[in-house]
């Protein structure tokens, strides 16, 4: 399951959930006590939902969803539940639009930059086998993430076929291709532990072409 699927699951989750959370009682206050300790969880759920989706802090969806969580609910609790699943429904349609990849891709994107510092970190200390592993793992999440952004499948899709395909598409050049492989093969030789099969040298190489495709193609 893709990060999207991931996030679309979760927030219509919420969703579900939001419309019985949202009724209140005969005065329109909520039933009882833990219908209001529920509906302060369900909101600090959905509220860590939309960060994120939406890690920048100016974006309309975060300050609407920080604006509703900061007040002080109480017996209206409820009403607040309400108000944030109507967000959720606004949000949720333009996720499953893809009006918030490029904000996802972004996220995912720091993530990838984190984990390739580790890898940095282990190359400077000439530790191998360690960086091998990290890069490997995000230079092949990246590649994924970069063709289903491309409407390329990559399900049980070997490498070498996705790099073909980027390529056929024009994502990325010959030239790229060929880098793209090589990282792949540190990839694929870290994974079966044959660490005799690439080097520091191949770590640099691999580190450098991963940078360059999430900065290319994924922190647009």
Not at 193 to 198: L, N, P, S, V
Request: net charge negative; charged share 30%; with cysteine.
């Amino acid at each position: 399951m893709s990060l999207e699927e991931s996030i679309s699951e979760r927030i219509r989750s919420l969703i579900h959930e939001g419309q019985h959370l949202r009724r209140g009682g005969p005065h329109s206050t909520v039933l009882n006590d833990e219908h209001m300790e529920k509906c302060s969880g369900w909101l600090g759920s959905a509220g860590h939902v939309v960060q994120v989706v939406v890690p920048n802090p100016q974006n309309a969806y975060r300050k609407k969803a920080e604006e509703i969580c900061s007040r002080r609910i109480g017996n209206m609790s409820h009403s607040s539940v309400g108000e944030f699943t109507e967000m959720l429904t606004r949000l949720l349609a333009d996720v499953d639009a893809g009006l918030m990849t490029t904000i996802i891709n972004r996220a995912q994107a720091e993530t990838f930059d984190d984990f390739l510092d580790h890898g940095r970190a282990y190359l400077d200390s000439e530790q191998v086998k360690e960086a091998g592993v990290i890069v490997g793992v995000v230079f092949e999440d990246s590649l994924r993430r970069v063709c289903r952004n491309h409407g390329i499948s990559d399900k049980d899709v070997k490498l070498d076929e996705l790099i073909s395909a980027l390529s056929k598409l024009e994502v990325i050049t010959p030239t790229k291709a060929k880098r793209a492989r090589a990282a792949a093969h540190v990839r694929t030789k870290a994974t079966h532990a044959q660490w005799d099969e690439y080097d520091l040298k191949d770590v640099k190489a691999a580190i450098e072409f991963t940078q360059e495709l999430i900065e290319t193609q994924l922190d647009e």
